[in-house]
């Protein structure tokens, strides 16, 4: 079946950068538009930015505009986040999501395959 790994999430201080990486497996990669969504505790399952099949087009929660970065390289399957100027209200598990000729993905509800998430801690 499908499988999505993320990976790169840690503990940083306030300030730092990190880079989260989704390596897909299974499926065609460069017909899925590709989202990444957060969880902090006890909120909701929240939009962060999703991309495109080819990565022509990016698209952004308006809380990370200008600090965070997404990319894909379709030859390898993998998808990344490059986060910086990291904030403790950016603290979450972070998920990596797949959506099947999906177009203006913002929703959970819009996802087909889902990864298990990587925890992402940014102290004061």
């Known amino acids: 079946q499908v499988q999505l790994v993320e990976s790169g999430g840690g503990l940083v201080q306030a300030g730092d950068s990190l880079r989260l990486s989704c390596a897909a497996s299974?499926?065609?990669?460069?017909?899925?538009?590709m989202g990444w969504f957060r969880q902090a505790p006890g909120k909701e399952r929240e939009f962060v930015a999703a991309i495109s099949f080819r990565g022509g087009a990016t698209y952004y929660a308006d809380s990370v505009k200008g600090r965070f970065t997404i990319s894909r390289v379709n030859a390898e399957n993998t998808m990344y986040l490059r986060m910086n100027s990291l904030k403790p209200e950016d603290t979450a598990v972070y998920y990596c999501?797949?959506?099947?000729?999906?177009?203006?993905?913002?929703?959970?509800?819009?996802?087909?395959?889902w990864g298990q998430g990587t925890p992402v801690t940014v102290s004061s």
């Open positions: 999501a797949a959506d099947w000729r999906g177009s203006r993905s913002f929703s959970v509800a819009d996802y087909d395959y």
């Open positions: 299974r499926l065609t990669f460069s017909s899925y538009t």
